[in-house]
């Protein structure tokens, strides 16, 4: 038996979730698990529908990148993983989707703004949507750079990837992480349905406003105070 069963097992559980929670159809995302003290993580592999996928088809990866374990290609899109896993060394897992709300405001390179107290419930920020990638970024070593593209993002804005766990991608989709992966799952349909509620009070409301600043404050401490169900965690 492999010493990584716990890991794929686990790895294998969340992404489970996605078809589950509406958040994938057919191979359209991948979930990974980071176990830092064996400094390798497990990812879905590319290309294996929900449907057919099996504990056993997970990938082990070096955080290094090459894979560790594994009879399957891993995901297209380890490489952005491991970007992430490398400079974030708080976050245990890392969720990507084709959810439609949230990829329609990343295909419409826009930030989704805090309109409501369900987003304030979860952070203070607008979601950040970062910019296109340049042509030679795409050219050369295209996933890898998109980890760097959510790097610079968070970096130029300010943001930090404790607060702020989950980011749109101009043309592409969205990434989410967590401190564990059923945090970075949780976070995929927060994302989704946030997405969802504010394209549709952008269409019921082209100028709708955005939430006033001590409703955000109020709902975000309510969820994240000292005494709250996250801030315990
Ligand atoms: O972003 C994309 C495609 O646009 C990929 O995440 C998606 O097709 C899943 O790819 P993998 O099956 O994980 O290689």
Redesign the pocket.
């Known amino acids: 038996m492999s010493q990584y069963q716990d890991l794929k097992q686990a790895c294998y559980e969340a992404n489970m979730q996605l078809p589950k929670l509406g958040l994938v159809l057919f191979?359209?995302?991948?979930a990974s698990v980071v176990d830092r003290e064996q400094g390798v993580f497990a990812i879905?592999p590319?290309?294996?529908p929900y449907d057919t996928l099996r504990p056993d088809d997970i990938v082990i990866m070096s955080l290094g990148g090459k894979v560790v374990e594994g009879t399957k290609r891993p995901?297209?899109?380890t490489k952005t993983h491991a970007v992430l896993f490398n400079h974030w060394e708080h976050i245990g897992g890392i969720v990507?989707t084709?959810s439609t709300y949230a990829t329609s405001w990343a295909q419409a390179q826009l930030d989704i703004p805090i309109l409501g107290t369900t987003h304030a419930d979860h952070l203070t920020a607008d979601i950040p949507c970062a910019p296109p990638m340049a042509d030679a970024m795409i050219a050369g070593d295209y996933e890898h750079q998109t980890g760097w593209q959510i790097l610079n993002e968070f970096q130029r804005r300010g943001l930090s990837p404790t607060e702020v766990e989950m980011v749109l991608l101009s043309n592409?989709?969205p990434f989410t992480w967590g401190k564990t992966v059923e945090k970075a799952v949780y976070n995929s349909a927060v994302l989704e349905e946030v997405a969802r509620m504010a394209y549709l009070s952008c269409t019921l409301r082209p100028d709708v406003p955005r939430l006033k600043d001590a409703l955000i404050q109020k709902h975000y401490d309510r969820k994240h105070g000292v005494n709250s169900y996250y801030g315990q965690s």
């Open positions: 191979t359209f995302g991948n879905k590319s290309g294996v995901s297209s899109d990507h084709h592409h989709a």
